[in-house]
T-cell receptor, first 112, second 115 residues
C-alpha cells in the first residue's frame, strides 16, 4: 500500500506565483522527509529535506512545512519560475535504512 | 566521478529475454539502492546494499530479478525472462555512510522497454 500520499497530481501557476504541494504519511517511524525534483529523462534530485523535530525549513524559494501530529508535510515554491516546471516528489524514510517511500508526484507547470 | 552512473540509458528487449543493468555509485558511498519508476508514478523501492551485502529486497522483486554488488563497488540488476510489465525506468541511488549521509544521489536511470 502507498505509504505516502501526495496531492495535487498536477498544478499550473503563473510566473511569480506560489506552488503548494501536500503530502501525508502513515508510518510514524519515518523521521526523514525529503522532496525531490525530476525533469523528463532525468533521475530525481534532492531539493530540500526536513526532520520531524522542526516545523519549517526554508532554502531559497523553497519551504517545507511539517505537521507531526497530523502526519502531513508540504512544499511551497515561492516566486515560481518557468525553470521550476518539473515533477516534484515527496518521500519519507527512517534513518535506520533511508529506504525512500515516494508519493505519486506532482507535475508543476509555470506559465510565463 | 561526479555522480551516479547507470548503463545502458535505454534498453529495448523482446519478451522472454534476459537483461542486465549496471550502476556505478559515487565513490565511497557504501549504500546503494535500486528503484523502479513507471510512467506517472513515484519510484518504488526494490532492494538495497550496504557494501557488498544485500540487506533488503522488496516484495516487488520477483524471483526473476536478481541484484549483486560484488566487492561493494558497482551493482548489477538482472531481469530474467522479461515480461511487458517489467517496462519501466530503473533507478539507482547511493548515499554516503554516517549520520550526515542522508542525501541519496540518483543516477539518470535505465529505461527498459519490453516488446
Amino acid at each position: 500500500q502507498q505509504q505516502v500520499k501526495q496531492s495535487p497530481q498536477s498544478l499550473i501557476v503563473q510566473k511569480g506565483g506560489i506552488s503548494i504541494i501536500n503530502c501525508a504519511y502513515e508510518n510514524t517511524a519515518f523521521d526523514y522527509f525529503p522532496w525531490y525534483q525530476q525533469f523528463p529523462g532525468k533521475g530525481p534530485a534532492l531539493l530540500i529535506a526536513i526532520r520531524p523535530d522542526v516545523s519549517e525549513k526554508k532554502e531559497g524559494r523553497f519551504t517545507i512545512s511539517f505537521n507531526k501530529s497530523a502526519k502531513q508535510f508540504s512544499l511551497h515554491i515561492m516566486d515560481s519560475q518557468p525553470g521550476d516546471s518539473a515533477t516534484y516528489f515527496c518521500a519519507a524514510s527512517w534513518s535506520n535504512d533511508y529506504k525512500l517511500s515516494f508519493g505519486a508526484g506532482t507535475t508543476v507547470t509555470v506559465r510565463a | 566521478d561526479t555522480g551516479v552512473s547507470q548503463n545502458p540509458r535505454h534498453k529495448i528487449t523482446k519478451r522472454g529475454q534476459n537483461v542486465t543493468f549496471r550502476c556505478d555509485p559515487i565513490s565511497e558511498h557504501n549504500r546503494l539502492y535500486w528503484y523502479r519508476q513507471t510512467l506517472g508514478q513515484g519510484p518504488e523501492f526494490l532492494t538495497y546494499f550496504q557494501n557488498e551485502a544485500q540487506l533488503e529486497k522488496s516484495r516487488l522483486l520477483s524471483d526473476r530479478f536478481s541484484a549483486e554488488r560484488p566487492k561493494g563497488s558497482f551493482s548489477t540488476l538482472e531481469i530474467q525472462r522479461t515480461e511487458q510489465g517489467d517496462s519501466a525506468m530503473y533507478l539507482c541511488a547511493s548515499r554516503s555512510p554516517g549520520a550526515q549521509g542522508t542525501e541519496a544521489f540518483f543516477g539518470q536511470g535505465t529505461r527498459l522497454t519490453v516488446v
